[in-house]
């Protein structure tokens, strides 16, 4: 049972940074991709950034390129989505995805993701 769990959410005044963490276990991951999604209240979900298995294809949200760079650790199964220079905006609960067997250098579309995390709380205050 694939589980992903994120952390690092919060409150924090316009301008701050947070990261994100998402950890995934139960299975052996392998050419997968990773994501981060977020939805803000009457909004539909839209994805943030993701990354393919390898590590060297992005995507970003275009709103947030710049400010936002994701990250990923094949070893602990972990990927990471470093926030800056946060807008209030960007308040939403932030989801991490997983898209299990994808291929290697495969960046998926966005409904193609078969795992998500419980979701964690950003809170920018302006």
């Known amino acids: 049972q694939v589980q992903l769990v994120e952390s690092g959410g919060g409150l924090v005044q316009a301008g701050g940074s947070l990261r994100l963490s998402c950890a995934a276990s139960g299975r052996t991951f392998t050419n997968d991709a990773m994501a981060w999604f977020r939805q803000a209240p009457g909004k539909e979900r839209e994805i943030v950034a993701a990354?393919?298995?390898?590590?060297?294809?992005?995507t970003y949200l275009d709103s947030m390129k710049g400010r936002v760079t994701i990250s990923r650790d094949n070893a602990k199964n972990t990927v990471d989505l470093q926030m800056n220079s946060l807008k209030p905006e960007d308040t939403a609960v932030y989801y991490c995805a997983l898209a299990l067997f994808v291929g290697r250098y495969t960046l998926p579309p966005a409904n193609k993701y078969d795992y998500w995390g419980r979701g964690t709380q950003v809170t920018v205050s302006s």
């Open positions: 990354v393919n298995w390898s590590g060297g294809n992005f």
